[in-house]
């Protein structure tokens, strides 16, 4: 299927490891001139030289050292993104980090690290990149948040309050930029193969093949595995594509039917 993303214009956030980068690669393959940002510089670089690897010669590639919890910061990649590229068109909102545990147990400062990192960044970006797809006549916000958002569990703080957050945001962005032809979707993301889950996999079962860990049944995942970042990806991009033109203020689970949530 042709997502029709040639000539278009992307930026990623997160995109120097994980889902990010994974995404970065798979709009860069269909055609797209991709930005990322995040706040390693180094990883950065290696990350843009992966994508430009996996992509065709006539796309092109940016980095930008950023910190979205820093509205400055949103608004300087974006506008980098701009002046590189002429456009933007897609937005992925996807920076953040897994921080959980029990109410009493986080502190007042952690909330705010979450919220702004995974909301504020989110609106930050979004508030920069909305008059440029305005002005190129519509475009995509992809927000990544979890599924768990959706059904929070106990020692799940602050994260499943700063994805739920997300999710308010997605819907409500969606009914106010449709006019505009701006579509705003999300993406509640499951177990899927990350440094974090790694870790885990090390420290709970360094025993195992990273094949029998990710089939372990105590995961509980109906599809019986774990997930790859790449089939993340390959969501994302869709949405963020032409082939989902009649799709906005929706979620979509990539969670291997784990969640308890359509």
């Not at 608004?75 to 590229?85: D, G, K, N, P, S």
């Not at 456009?87 to 147990?105: C, K, M, Q, Y």
């Not at 995974?118 to 909305?130: D, E, M, T």
């Not at 819907?171 to 974090?196: E, H, Y």
Request: hydrophobic share 45%.
């Amino acid at each position: 299927m042709d997502l029709g993303l040639q000539g278009k214009v992307a930026l990623v956030t997160g995109g120097s490891r994980g889902i990010g980068l994974a995404t970065a690669i798979r709009l860069a393959r269909e055609g797209a001139d991709v930005a990322i940002c995040a706040r390693d510089e180094a990883q950065l670089q290696l990350a843009a030289s992966r994508i430009a690897e996996a992509a065709s010669a006539a796309t092109g590639v940016l980095y930008v050292a950023a910190d979205v919890k820093r509205q400055e910061d949103c608004e300087r990649a974006v506008a980098a993104t701009v002046e590189r590229f002429g456009r933007l068109d897609i937005l992925v909102n996807n920076a953040g980090t897994s921080a959980a545990g029990p109410f009493e147990a986080v502190t007042p400062d952690a909330w705010q690290q979450d919220l702004d990192l995974k909301l504020f960044g989110a609106i930050h970006c979004s508030r920069a990149a909305v008059p440029h797809m305005r002005k190129a006549g519509g475009g995509s916000i992809v927000n990544v948040t979890a599924s768990f958002a959706k059904t929070p569990g106990a020692s799940s703080l602050p994260t499943s309050v700063s994805r739920a957050a997300g999710m308010a945001l997605t819907k409500a962005m969606s009914r106010d930029l449709g006019p505009d032809r701006i579509r705003v979707n999300t993406v509640c993301i499951g177990l899927i193969r990350s440094d974090q889950i790694e870790k885990m996999w090390q420290r709970t079962a360094p025993e195992m093949t990273w094949e029998q860990y990710a089939a372990d049944p105590r995961h509980d995942v109906p599809l019986g595995r774990i997930g790859d970042t790449g089939e993340a990806a390959n969501v994302i991009a869709f949405l963020a594509s032409n082939a989902a033109s009649y799709v906005t203020g929706t979620s979509v689970n990539i969670d291997g039917g784990k969640g308890a949530a359509l």
